[in-house]
């Protein structure tokens, strides 16, 4: 591994804690050039909610492009486009009684939001936005500005301007009524909060901790929102396509966004993929005014339709992993009972949960020592304080039973060389 060390910057990551060089990949499982499989508790940070290699998504891929088919097309008329959005409504959209418009704004989720930030700036004349503690939203200028994460926001080197930080969801422990701050200073000209253009809120905040917002609070918002004229932006690049359960991750709180962000496994198969929805009057954008080079990948189109057509035309994956949920659920709770000296809480919904330890330093030597069972997890949370847990939506049973036991095991092991 000297190359890397060697020649690749040293901002990388994530092969920091996971020191081994993967070579191939299928389903829930991805293995390294020395023969050691590892079950795949990360998934891509959320982009392969149906694991890896699915042969589903491949062959209608390798199909594509041996036939010499369009791969790049900035934002030309293809094919492979039009069936996507054919799909997108008749499968999504439609069932869902939602009339978006869809833009594709460039290959990532900070794409996504950038998109949906200068849109909503664009129609209401307006540049405040409202976020969130704890929240992350992408690592370029304008998604820095309205993430929480104060070591990313500091990276950006230049002042981040226009956002504004409102308390998340129990943030301060139920001791104030929800969204009694926002209110207040939005009644107040004396304030000095400035009219927002849009409110950008995940219904869950994974890398800020997983941090669960209730349906109750999330209908509070979307009130506010609209008693204040502001746009409601919901940033579901990580917890939507199902990681909670159903497509849209807002869907349990019934509420109906302005703008949506899509990102992550929007492709199913891995591939650089996302969309900006946004109700159709709010689409008041010229040509060319917001575009990209890579916003029309023709091959993550051809494996986001295979993905709505094996997944999306019944409600099998949506029932499947609300179910392997609660088997989540029932695992981690009775690791912080037998742990609750260490363990904080648990917390999630679907197949995205987090496990809260009382020492900050405990989570990463817990993902570590789990590494070297055969499991991969990533820590998250403004210390990095959370056990996080990410597998594909298409995890087995069994094989989400043997990954929790390993989480079991490696509590236990870490527990006992603290107290040594």
Not at 41 to 48: C, E, P, R, S, V
């Amino acid at each position: 591994m000297d190359v890397f060390a060697r020649l690749e910057s040293e901002v990388r990551g994530y092969c920091r804690g996971w020191p081994t060089v993967f070579t191939t990949a299928r389903d829930s499982q991805i293995t390294d050039e020395n023969g050691t499989t590892y079950l795949d508790f990360f998934a891509g940070a959320g982009t392969l909610n149906y694991g890896h290699n699915n042969p589903v998504l491949k062959r209608p891929l390798m199909d594509y492009l041996a036939a010499d088919s369009i791969v790049h097309s900035l934002d030309m008329y293809t094919d492979a486009k039009r069936t996507f959005l054919e799909r997108f409504n008749d499968v999504v959209l439609a069932p869902r009684g939602l009339d978006y418009k869809v833009q594709f704004p460039g290959p990532a989720g900070n794409h996504s939001v950038e998109a949906a930030l200068k849109l909503a700036r664009k129609y209401t004349g307006r540049e405040t936005v409202v976020s969130f503690t704890n929240a992350f939203h992408g690592m370029t200028l304008g998604a820095l500005a309205v993430t929480g994460n104060s070591m990313k926001r500091t990276g950006a080197g230049v002042p981040l301007g226009h956002g504004v930080a409102m308390p998340y969801d129990n943030y301060l422990d139920g001791r104030t009524p929800d969204f009694l701050l926002l209110d207040t200073m939005l009644d107040d000209s004396g304030s000095g909060l400035d009219k927002p253009a849009a409110v950008i809120v995940e219904t869950v905040q994974g890398e800020g901790g997983i941090n669960v917002a209730t349906p109750e609070w999330l209908r509070g918002l979307a009130d506010l929102c609209r008693r204040h004229d502001i746009l409601l932006i919901v940033d579901d690049v990580q917890m939507g396509c199902g990681r909670t359960g159903p497509f849209f991750s807002f869907e349990e709180a019934g509420i109906t966004p302005d703008i949506i962000c899509l990102s992550k496994s929007l492709s199913g198969y891995g591939l650089p993929f996302a969309v900006t929805l946004m109700r159709p009057e709010l689409d008041v954008w010229e040509p060319g005014e917001h575009n990209g080079t890579f916003r029309g990948f023709n091959p993550a189109f051809v494996t986001a339709t295979a993905a709505l057509e094996e997944f999306w035309s019944g409600e099998g994956l949506e029932k499947q992993t609300l179910a392997k949920g609660e088997q989540v659920e029932r695992a981690l709770q009775e690791i912080a009972l037998e742990h609750a000296g260490a363990i904080e809480t648990v917390r999630g919904r679907g197949l995205v949960w987090g496990m809260v330890m009382k020492d900050p330093e405990l989570a990463p030597r817990i993902c570590a020592e789990a590494f070297e069972r055969g499991l991969l997890m990533e820590t998250s949370g403004p210390e990095g304080e959370v056990v996080k847990l990410l597998p594909p939506l298409t995890v087995t049973e069994a094989e989400l039973a043997r990954g929790l036991e390993i989480i079991a095991e490696s509590v236990r092991a870490v527990r006992a060389a603290v107290t040594v």
